[in-house]
């Protein structure tokens, strides 16, 4: 069974920088787009950015030019580099993955910004 383990959250002051990781592991089948939403308090989830198979990728509005999605030669491992944060930024991220026969989701992590 394919698991998403996200890491690298945190409390960080406006301005400043963070990274996430997902790994997936565990019965590795063809993924076909990893990425991150997030849920901040009395939202619904959003998608934050994925990048497609293909290598392409997709960002929300509100984080183009800030945030960049990247993976590493496996595929099997995304990161988020968060720059520029702002107070609005605070969420829970959670890491997704599309892969054969459904889609899979992290636990979330808490990234938090103060002003």
């Known amino acids: 069974q394919v698991q998403l383990v996200e890491s690298g959250g945190g409390l960080v002051q406006a301005g400043g920088s963070l990274r996430l990781s997902c790994a997936a592991s565990g019965g590795i089948v063809r993924i076909n787009a990893m990425g991150w939403y997030r849920q901040a308090p009395g939202k619904q989830r959003e998608l934050v950015a994925n990048i497609i198979r293909g290598g392409s990728t997709n960002y929300v509005d509100s984080v183009k030019s800030r945030f960049t999605i990247s993976r590493d030669g496996t595929e099997n491992t995304v990161y988020l580099q968060m720059n520029s944060l702002r107070p609005e930024d605070t969420a829970v991220y959670y890491c997704?993955?599309?892969?054969?026969?459904?889609?899979?989701w992290g636990q979330g992590t808490l990234v938090t910004v103060s002003s």
């Open positions: 997704h993955a599309m892969i054969t026969g459904g889609v899979v």
